[in-house]
């Protein structure tokens, strides 16, 4: 293409949407109506906490006054976004609620409670002849989300679009340290429904506004908590914010995939209700107003290129408005990549609606602060025109103004143009639905014959709750699938790395699935969601985006570790099947008689809470496979002599748990599966890791106890209370465990008090600064010599090697290996270790950068590995010959080490074997990453063969008791659900780890 025929074609685009932005923008000012009085206290102080004019703009630098609606003063006492108020997100709801007591616009709903039991909620603001028509136009809405409903009729659609307005969706402070967006959004609420001015009324007369002031809602009151507590503590440091929700901080904006969090699941349902256009997250760590709605590539896949350019049509007009009004610091693009649909506002990108994202820019708190800004955030880029200053005084009430004069810009650029979007709706919606017969696939398969039917059903129901339309076979049906790889893989397998051009003609065979598989159909309205979660990904290495903003893999089939089948046959939707109604469970129960109950060893996570649920019966666990009932049982399988067979029976059918009762047991070597004494250690340095580990847990029903390294540093005798300490990531060194936070200052208390009655309740201190210290150190060895099984986890496993808990095992970090958040691989080593029973022999495993592992029988020795000849004479094979004597005879050579063994130990090493490990506590490799052409699976993997064929799981012994590492991380956002059981297995093995173990003989 020629320079002057693409300059043509680019002028020809600003053309075009800048037809559409004068459409939108010839009608109306914006700006007060002058015939409306202005409340003229509340606009002075506007005026007053306003650190320079620019930072303000003729949508919010008045508050117009009403005789009947209070504003936001009559709750904070001051203007949203006064220096040293915030509210709790009660006081917010507060004024949403007298709001609605005042004004016909607006109207409060309750959208669920947190995990501590607070109230979230959504407010509707409109005219008052739009809220009072609120059910009749979300039925138009919904025939619109699912055009099935009228046949895909263009004309009902276009009849339709005409007779509805849209919904657009605010949600704020989800991240708790971002704290400006309840008070823009109390005071945007106001002026929704107050302002008279042409601008602000056309907003309310043709759509919904719906907000969310407080998403993190735990979160929020404990980060108010910290900044009185700051206010009261002038002179001193403050404690950060170490818990935002119960369980996790920031990662909350992450569980778009795994739904495992309340708020995740509110905002959802909400949206999946009340069929939003668009949904709108707001966040603050930018200055001073980055709209990352267009962001940059790669963009997520399996989004529908309408959506990407609603992103750029809105995000350039929203950019244009700001800069005209003189607000400097106002831009898009940026370095988010578009690619994880893990974020909450992505809900709405897989849902046929918009996603948004604001970052504005915030004090963390609502002191006034001179704000210097770092050379990257001030300069000029191509993408930022006019940037922020480079140093500046900065105020709560100025990230208030940006906050609401760009949301104003939006929803007054979309109301504008509702019929517009209100079709896109339509048309996104009509095309997931005819997915099947365009890019495909036509539909996921669930085979009836899954090896774990708990965890497929999770799976399903994770589905479920997206909104997606489960179905299920009622007879056999034979479809083609892709071609099995050579070697009979148990699923397919992706080429460990992709061919540039893949082949046209992909390889396919028939495949008869049972009577009784799940059958999720791509001609469903939310087909678009299953797709992205369920198929894989693949993040070329050179990829131009090198700042990868997070995971890139999430392919759910193979971390839950059950088998989906993509089918772009679209046979497969004739196949005979009805509508799943309710949840999905897999059933339970108890079948046949007898008074001794087997279990079969699945890995599914319910077998867990099963041996929880029933903590006093006796199960044992058989060591080596058997068959019985006619059935084959796997290795771990449960043996339950003597029990209540109504208690069984109630639990089983309730956990989906398939029980067989025999008359005598099989004899077959076994030992005991205990309900083992947990504990949860966790610093107090971040505490969001470990936090997908208490979720994990909490929804499994295994109990523990939460214990903090500084209890750990008092306590000499901790095998006396636990029997496995689980020590998730901490993402900090491993000195830092041990030195916690400096001594400098003022201790920093985190516990519930008068002033901060939202701090404590998870755990508590007098002062987060001490870590672990000397002493935690030493009663953590003790606790290993005692017997007890220390489980450690990517950094944490780091630490307990290079604190010595691990002889035999050294780590080295990658210099290469580009595995982010990507999912690898793993091969069995030693399929009779307890942790691997329920497993097949390569599970695909969550991995970030994992660590490579070295294994030695000798301590502080590195072992002599085989080495390749030297120079000399000869082919490769052949000896060297020293010239003017015999040649010498040359030893056996040693033999061939694979990379996750230790060398084996010479006789020079047995000689005086001072460092020799003794067979019985030599590191036990249970779990290795596959082979280089194996080891990829999904996302982004570059350098591979870093750490290909190294060990991934590791028992060590170390005198009583056990140290387990995992390089690969087994729980992960809520998505990893089928490696935890190598963890339950630790656990309720945690005194037999030794079993099936084979010795070396020297
Ligand atoms: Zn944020």
Known sequence: MSVSRRLRCLSLSLLSL?????????????????????????TNKIREYTTEPFFNSPLTDYLPASADVPTPKAVLGDVAGAPGRLPYAEDVYRYMRMLERASPRVKVYSIGTTEEGREMIAVAVASEQLISRLEENRARLAKLADPRTINLDEEEADRLVAASFPVYYITGAIHSPETGSPTALMELAYRLAVDNSAYVKSIRDNMVTLITPVVEVDGRNRMVDIYNWHLAHSNQNWPSLIYWGHYVAHDNNRDAIGLSLKLTRNVLNTYIAWKPQVLHDLHESVPYLYDNTIGDGPYNAWVDPILTDEWQMIGWHNVSELTKFGMPGVF????????????????????????????????????????????????????????????TKWSQRNNNNYQQTALLTSLHYFSNNSKLFLKNFYLKSKRSIEKPKNEGPAAYVFPADEQRPGNQSELLRTLQAQGVEISKSTAPFTVAVKRKAAGGAARPTPSPSPAASPSPTPKTEDRTFPAGSYIVRMDQPYSRIADALLDYQYWAPNDPQTAIYDDTAWTMGELANVEVVRVTDIKVLQAAMERVNGDVRSSGGISSNGSVYLINHNADNALVTLRYRLKDVDMEAAEEPFEAAGRKFSRGSFIIRKASGDDLRRAASELGIQVYAVASAPSVKTHPVRAARIAMMHTWLTTQDEGWYRIGLDHLQVPFTYISTQDVSRDPNLKSKYDVILFAPVGRSAQAIINGLPMFGNPLPWKKTELTPNLGGIDETDDMRPGLGWSGLQNLQKFVKDGGLFITVDDTSEFAVSYGFTQGVSANRSQRLRAVGAILRTKTVDSASPIAYGY???????????????????????????????????????????????????????????????????????RNAVGLIPPNQRPRVVLRYADSRDLFVSGLLDGGDEIAQRAAIIDVPSGNGHVLLFSTNPFWRGQTKGSYFLVFNAIMNWDNLNAGRKLDEK
């Not at 037809?19 to 206290?41: L, T, W, Y």
């Not at 849902?351 to 006034?368: Q, V």
């Open 332 to 391: 898009a693009h940026g370095n988010f990549d578009t690619w994880s649909p893990g974020y909450l506002m992505f809900i709405a990108a897989t849902h046929n609606g918009i996603s948004r994202l604001y970052e504005t820019f915030g004090n963390a708190g609502a002191d006034t602060l001179e704000r210097t800004l770092s050379p990257n955030e001030y300069q000029r880029t191509w993408y930022r025109q006019n940037p922020p200053l480079p140093k």
């Open 18 to 42: 800048a037809a559409a932005s004068m459409i939108a923008n010839a009608q109306v000012k914006p700006g007060r109506d002058p015939n409306q009085p202005v409340d003229q206290e509340y």
């Open 840 to 910: 097949g022999d390569s599970l695909a495993m969550y991995c970030f950068n994992g660590a490579v592992y070295n294994i030695n029988n000798g301590v502080g020795g590195r072992g002599g590995r085989p080495q390749q000849r030297t120079t000399g004479r000869g082919t490769l094979d052949d000896p060297d010959t020293p010239q003017g004597r015999p040649p010498a005879e040359i030893p056996e050579p040693p033999p061939k080490v694979e990379p996750w063994e230790a060398p084996r130990v010479t006789d020079e090493q047995r």
